[in-house]
């Protein structure tokens, strides 16, 4: 399996995709900074804005959305390169191959984490204030990237399922991933009707964002009123994302294997 994973990842790298991941996580800390530097963010200033910033809305969007391009990369690879018939005459099954490709999305998630803690550390120290609680952001930061990895594995399944074009594809990953952020931040607490409030207790990001807003919600002030009943423990948070990553894997798996076989 980590010879897979090391092939998979070598393909990844002949791409340049592992910078594109890097250069991702670069973006948006650069417009956040200058909110906290303009004193748009409440009591929270400097390092602990810049990161909270990061991390609910900076790795929702652009973590997702860049996994999914990569995950349509990694199952159309050997289609489009014609290198299927060389995978069936070796001793792999496929079952293999596309847990090695789904690891190679949490790798990828991992690093994503690390430069969003570095570039938030920078726009902390940029913004001029003391960089305090590292290890725990840090911690904050991989478990969310790997809570947002796990969201876009449905988003896999329709990508290896249909089978399509790149552009099918990024277009899928991109309005999933605005729709499940918008979930999050809108429908979670504007809607009233029962279907919404339905989806945004199955949708990932706003099952995520209500263990998030626990820490990053100032208490006492009237937004935290009104999302308190909201709340959610991680450990709720992480076994219902754990559930639909499970299902969605053991689903790619089936559909990559009778594809393949």
């Given at each position: 399996?980590?010879?897979l ?7 990844l790298k ?9 250069f ?9 900074t ?25 790795i ?17 690879m050997?289609r ?8 069936r ?10 847990t090695a490709?789904?690891?190679?999305l949490?790798i ?15 726009g ?11 290890g725990?952001n840090?911690g904050i930061a991989?478990?969310?990237?790997l809570l ?5 594995l449905?988003?896999v ?27 999050a ?14 989806i945004?207790n ?6 995520i964002?209500r263990?998030q807003a ?5 208490p ?22 754990v ?7 053991l689903?790619?798996v ?5 594809r393949?076989s």
């Amino acid at each position: 399996m980590l010879k897979l994973i090391q092939c998979e990842m070598r393909k990844l790298k002949r791409k340049h995709f592992v910078s594109f991941v890097i250069f991702a996580a670069l973006l948006f800390p650069i417009p956040f900074t200058a909110l906290v530097l303009a004193g748009s963010m409440g009591n929270f200033t400097g390092f602990e804005a810049v990161f909270g910033l990061l991390v609910t809305m900076g790795i929702p969007i652009m973590l997702p959305a860049v996994l999914g391009i990569i995950a349509a990369m990694l199952f159309f690879m050997e289609r489009d390169n014609d290198t299927l018939k060389n995978l069936r005459i070796i001793p792999t099954s496929p079952a293999k191959i596309a847990t090695a490709k789904i690891a190679v999305l949490y790798i990828l998630g991992l690093i994503f984490a690390f430069a969003t803690m570095v570039s938030s550390m920078v726009g902390g120290l940029i913004a001029g204030s003391e960089l305090t609680n590292i290890g725990e952001n840090f911690g904050i930061a991989i478990i969310t990237a790997l809570l947002y990895t796990t969201s876009i594995l449905p988003v896999v399944i329709a990508i290896v399922g249909f089978n399509r074009s790149y552009i099918f594809s990024v277009i899928l990953t991109f309005f999933y991933t605005m729709f499940d952020f918008m979930l999050a931040y809108g429908g979670l607490f504007a809607t009233t009707d029962p279907m919404m409030k339905m989806i945004t207790n199955i949708m990932p990001a706003p099952i995520i964002y209500r263990w998030q807003a626990v820490r990053f919600v100032d208490p006492g002030t009237p937004a935290y009123s009104v999302m308190e009943p909201y709340f959610l423990p991680l450990w709720l948070v992480a076994l219902t994302v754990v559930i639909i990553g499970v299902l969605s894997y053991l689903a790619i798996v089936r559909i990559y294997s009778k594809r393949e076989s």
